[in-house]
């Protein structure tokens, strides 16, 4: 019981380094892509779009089952969204 309390710093900065990787990975794709068009490139952006979205998806329900964050959960919740929205838009374009 006494873990709900007990903030799981780590576990939230891990998750939002991993999210950014994630959508600079897709960045770094995107760019290749434009250079030089590839099916198998889209492919790849596609992939590293959906694992971004399973790390957020993990991070929201991290944030969820705290009690207590290091970091205000706006916040987190905010950052991470961005990071998010970031690699929406290379999926999408």
């Not at 991993?18 to 596609?46: F, R």
């Not at 329900?61 to 970031?86: G, K, M, Q, Y």
């Amino acid at each position: 019981m006494f873990k709900l309390f007990k903030p799981r710093q780590d576990q939230f900065l891990k998750l939002i380094n991993d999210q950014a990787s994630l959508t600079l990975k897709g960045t770094e794709l995107l760019q290749e892509y434009m250079k030089s068009p590839d099916p198998e490139t889209v492919t790849q952006i596609t992939a590293t779009e959906k694992e971004a979205d399973e790390v957020r998806r993990i991070l929201i329900e991290e944030l969820n089952r705290t009690f207590i964050t290091p970091i205000d959960r706006e916040d987190i919740f905010a950052l991470s969204r961005t990071i998010d929205d970031v690699l929406d838009y290379a999926y999408s374009t």
